[in-house]
């Protein structure tokens, strides 16, 4: 079991930066990826920013050059520095924690914090 606690978001005006923070405890061993989602009102859950254990990044198209996902090991936390936000940022940001344990995969999620942005 992962267990992942969230926190940082918050309402920032258009152009402004947030923080967000995911602390992971239990079986941290068995993770192999990290990353945010969100999901905003009417809409589906989408993938913002990945990172391995390796520390290969992924973002999706419409935050490349504005956030940045970063890990750090020794405190177990994964971090998602969100600059010159938009409006269409907001959204609840879940973060998420993809493990295996022998030959079976097990996707683990936080609860969610939410971001607002105003115009």
């Known amino acids: 079991q992962v267990q992942l606690v969230e926190s940082g978001g918050g309402l920032v005006q258009s152009g402004g930066s947030l923080r967000l923070s995911c602390a992971a405890s239990?079986?941290?061993?068995?993770?192999?990826?990290m990353g945010w989602y969100r999901q905003a009102p009417g809409k589906q859950r989408e993938s913002v920013a990945i990172?391995?254990?390796?520390?290969?990044?992924n973002y999706v198209d419409s935050v490349k050059g504005r956030f940045t996902i970063s890990r750090d090991n020794a405190k177990n936390t994964v971090y998602l520095q969100m600059n010159s936000l938009k409006p269409e940022d907001t959204a609840v940001y879940y973060c998420?924690?993809?493990?295996?344990?022998?030959?079976?995969?097990?996707?683990?999620w936080g609860q969610g914090t939410q971001v607002t942005v105003s115009s």
């Open positions: 239990g079986s941290i061993f068995s993770i192999y990826a």
């Open positions: 990172i391995t254990n390796g520390g290969t990044t």
């Open positions: 998420n924690a993809n493990t295996i344990v022998g030959i079976t995969p097990t996707d683990y």
